[in-house]
């Protein structure tokens, strides 16, 4: 079971830090941070293996966001920084096996959080 939480409403150009707390062996995975705005189709923002080695960003938040995990803490945790009101969705944590944008490939998906980002 994975739990999203941190969401928020923030002014354009401020930060944010969200956070996914898994339960048990639901840790031990790729972990993903997906996201859904109304009326768009869900989209991949980042992911992070297990060991923190391998991440990836879509290009849309490449160099604004940050994904990093504290497995002691079974949480993952998304920084979010120069925030733009297109970023303005609901965000989701899942699981997965590799490090991939393909969100057909991630399971397990979390209740989301609320982001705001008003102009």
């Known amino acids: 079971q994975l739990q999203a939480s941190g969401g928020g409403l923030v002014q354009a150009g401020g930060s944010l830090r969200l956070s996914c707390t898994a339960s048990g062996r639901a840790f031990l995975y790729v972990m993903g941070w997906f996201r859904q705005a109304p009326g768009k189709e869900r989209e991949f923002v980042a992911a992070i293996s297990w060991s923190g080695g391998s991440t990836a960003y879509a290009d849309s938040v490449k160099g604004r966001f940050t994904i990093s995990r504290d497995n002691a803490k079974n949480t993952v945790y998304l920084q979010m920084n120069s925030l733009k009101p297109e970023d303005t969705a609901v965000y989701y944590c899942?699981?997965?096996?590799?490090?991939?944008?393909?969100?057909?490939?991630?399971?397990?998906w979390g209740q989301g959080t609320q982001l705001t980002v008003s102009s």
């Open positions: 899942a699981q997965g096996r590799r490090v991939t944008m393909n969100g057909d490939e991630y399971r397990s």
